[in-house]
């Protein structure tokens, strides 16, 4: 009997889990919907230039005011977390921000092409919501690294003759983020997976993996930049062989 309530439990549970990964997969498909009605209206203007104009003027302005909200409210979140009191506000008004920048910045400043880019990403993050929720932490965090190195391989091959010091920055950003994340890693083993009273991974998880993840995205990042864009493909393919490998060695833990 006791077994019996014991598996019930389980089912609950994981009906829990996979209801919530069905909500965040529809989310991530309105997303793409509300991307493709921006391409409709304000690269192909099915309605009227004038409602084109003001979108463009809208995605100029916050551009540079996506940036201060962005890093006023982490300010603010860190003042709160110091002082003990709740920071979720300030990371949910940061996070929305940081997105709508995005959104901002590359529809305003490449156009067409920055809005199929855009639409790229709904589905990337559905490939990591399903990965959030079906693997361990450590799994999620090294798939948006490399995803992240995968883009980055990716512009450079398709707009670094018409954006070189945009692709270029990119690249470079890329790699301290990865620099960064390698040294929060090493932090992170050092007190079984927290930062403070949070707990970010579990505390069996695996840093050996994120380790080499942030330094095999890094490698080929910087490779594609020095050899030119006729190798970001075929470094592209590394990536992706990369994230197979990680797939298999955490399928393979989880059994």
Same mark, same amino acid.
Request: net charge positive; with cysteine.
């Given at each position: 009997?006791?077994?019996?309530? =014991? ?8 009906? =829990? ?47 540079? *005011? ?20 709740? *920071? ?80 270029? *920055? ?30 970010? !991974?579990? !505390? ?52």
């Amino acid at each position: 009997m006791f077994e019996k309530g =014991k598996r019930a439990q389980r089912q609950s549970e994981d009906d =829990k889990v996979f209801n919530r990964m069905l909500l965040w997969l529809a989310g991530a498909v309105v997303v793409e919907l509300l991307l493709l009605l921006l391409q409709k209206v304000y690269v192909e203007m099915i309605f009227d230039g004038v409602v084109a104009q003001a979108l463009s003027q809208v995605f100029r302005v916050f551009s540079v *005011a996506g940036v201060v909200i962005v890093v006023g409210c982490t300010v603010w979140a860190v003042m709160n977390w110091r002082s003990g009191k709740p *920071a979720a506000l300030p990371v949910i008004i940061a996070a929305v921000a940081a997105v709508l920048w995005v959104i901002s910045f590359l529809s305003c400043f490449f156009y067409a092409e920055g809005v199929r880019v855009l639409m790229m990403l709904p589905a990337a993050a559905a490939v990591l919501i399903i990965i959030f929720f079906l693997y361990q932490r450590p799994f999620f965090y090294n798939a948006m690294l490399t995803g992240g190195g995968l883009l980055a391989l990716w512009l450079h091959k398709q707009h670094y003759m018409n954006h070189p010091r945009f692709i270029t *920055a990119c690249i470079v950003g890329g790699v301290v983020v990865l620099a960064i994340t390698a040294a929060v890693a090493l932090q992170l083993r050092k007190t079984d997976g927290r930062l403070g009273k949070f707990r970010v !991974v579990p !505390v069996e998880s695996n840093y050996l993996m994120t380790f080499l993840t942030c330094g095999v995205t890094a490698v080929a990042m910087v490779l594609g930049l020095i050899l030119g864009v006729s190798m970001s493909q075929y470094l592209m393919y590394v990536l992706v062989g990369w994230l197979f490998a990680q797939a298999v060695f955490f399928t393979v833990k989880m059994m």
